[in-house]
């Protein structure tokens, strides 16, 4: 069965430092790879999203994730953090052809002054 | 852009009750729609998956006839939490998808009910 787990439930970082979410995921078959963002009483936004391709994708506000076969990864990155990226970080996947997204159960991402 | 507007925001019902949710698709049309639940501390349980011209498949812990939803065109989908008690709480999120977006949910701000 397909699952996404995100092993740290929070992550803390200084503004301006670099930021790595994890997501690991167990799939069978060619997945579809996302990142949403759910900022304070708020739904969910899209960040970015993986297609079988270029493994590296690019999203918005500067962040992009790496999808890696080998390691069942899709790692969410960011070069620069600022305060107004606090909110909780969700990776999903979803099998090709199909509409059924199974989401991680987030990380919240607190950024320090 | 594709846009997804739910209503109410928020909504507070009596234990017991039943409360009724929209999702509207705007810029885009709304093959699947999926209804997820995120309850309090958790992430985002799917409830149901509505592709048009296709029966509404419900995932476990989930029943028809706890969460009806309907689905009559490309731009709209509702559904309704019946008989609510405590443990519906939470906040109900749509996603929307077309066949172009390949897989990509366009989700709503969502609806938070409240049971007292």
């Known amino acids: 069965a397909q699952s996404v787990t995100q092993p740290d439930a929070r992550v803390t970082v200084s503004e301006g430092a670099s930021l790595q979410l994890r997501c690991k995921y167990s799939?069978?078959?060619?997945?579809?790879l996302f990142w949403y963002v759910q900022y304070p009483r708020q739904g969910l936004q899209l960040l970015l999203k993986?297609?079988?391709?270029?493994?590296v994708v690019q999203g918005v506000n500067g962040f992009e994730a790496e999808f890696s076969k080998s390691n069942s990864s899709f790692h969410l990155r960011k070069a620069s953090v600022h305060w107004s990226d606090w909110a909780v970080y969700f990776c999903?996947?979803?099998?090709?052809?199909?509409?059924?997204?199974?989401f991680g159960k987030g990380t919240h991402l607190h950024v320090l002054p | 852009g594709a846009l997804v507007y739910q209503y109410p925001r928020r909504t507070i019902c009596k234990s017991g009750t039943s409360m009724r949710m929209e999702c509207q698709a705007v810029?885009?049309?709304?093959?699947?729609v999926a209804w997820y639940r995120q309850s309090p501390q958790k992430t985002f349980e799917l409830i149901a998956l509505?592709?048009?011209?296709?029966?509404?498949?419900?995932e476990q812990n989930f029943t028809q006839e706890k969460f009806p939803i309907s689905h009559p065109n490309l731009s709209f989908s509702s559904m309704t939490v019946l008989n609510a008690y405590l443990e519906d709480r939470g906040l109900y999120l749509c996603?929307?998808?077309?066949?172009?977006?390949?897989?990509?949910?366009?989700f709503g701000a969502g609806t938070r009910l409240s049971v007292l």
């Open positions: 999903a996947v979803s099998r090709t052809n199909a509409y059924k997204v199974i």
């Open positions: 799939y069978f078959g060619t997945p579809y």
């Open positions: 993986y297609y079988p391709g270029d493994p």
């Open positions: 810029g885009f049309q709304a093959t699947s």
């Open positions: 509505s592709t048009v011209n296709s029966a509404i498949k419900y």
């Open positions: 996603g929307a998808t077309d066949w172009g977006s390949q897989n990509t949910l366009y």
